[in-house]
């Protein structure tokens, strides 16, 4: 089970684990879109309700994630420890 990681400590799984997406937003015009994609299909979601759900998890990862420095570090300590 993937961590989702917030100031060096776990935070635990998040609801996108496993799910890989892009979340597009555009000011003109208004519009809001995700983008999901699978072994076999992929889809295109548009629904705000939807999209909300999304752009929720976003801000959660964005929020939760190292900065580059931290994100650097933290990546050469686990490839140094292998």
Known sequence: MGLA???GAAAGAHRALGIGFY???LTTPAIKR???EGL???TYIHD???TTV???GFEYLWTAAHDERASAT????RIGAQ
Do not use: I
């Open 5 to 7: 990681v917030a100031g």
């Open 23 to 25: 979340y597009l937003r």
């Open 34 to 36: 995700v983008y999901v």
């Open 40 to 42: 076999t299909d992929a």
């Open 48 to 50: 705000p309700d939807e």
């Open 54 to 56: 999304y752009e929720q």
């Open 74 to 77: 933290m990546l050469r300590r």
